[in-house]
């Protein structure tokens, strides 16, 4: 199983990134997934997730009406698109699957079986 972060970059404060995650070696579709970060001295902190299906989104509160996290299960690829970014969204960012029985998501980092290699997005202000 391998998922690939990337889409990371150097973008000022205001703009906009899209990170995607490709997953290989699973059953995308039997999956959610999510997005998490962690920015330097700190803990890595939930940000979005989604359902298998993708009907069911939700998302950290410092992120919310900014963010938005999308999947296309033809393509095995999740995705974050990040707009109206602040300094403060500087992290290393993870994707991570979970295998779910139902429509279910999760923002526990221990309900993810799999993890991305990260993919580092910076914020200059």
């Known amino acids: 199983v391998q998922l690939q972060a990337y889409g990371g970059g150097l973008v000022q404060a205001g703009g906009s990134l899209r990170l995607s995650c490709a997953a290989s070696?699973?059953?995308?579709?039997?999956?959610?997934m999510g997005w998490f970060r962690q920015a330097l001295g700190k803990e890595r902190e939930f940000v979005a997730a989604i359902s298998r299906t993708g009907r069911s989104t939700d998302y950290a509160d410092s992120v919310k009406g900014r963010f938005t996290i999308s999947r296309d299960n033809a393509k095995n690829t999740a995705y974050l698109q990040m707009n109206s970014m602040k300094p403060e969204d500087t992290a290393v960012y993870y994707c991570?699957?979970?295998?779910?029985?139902?429509?279910?998501?999760?923002?526990?980092?221990?309900?993810?079986?799999?993890w991305g290699q990260g993919t580092l997005v910076t914020v200059s202000s």
């Open positions: 070696g699973l059953t995308f579709s039997m999956y959610s």
């Open positions: 991570a699957g979970a295998p779910t029985r139902r429509d279910g998501i999760s923002q526990t980092t221990g309900n993810y079986n799999y």
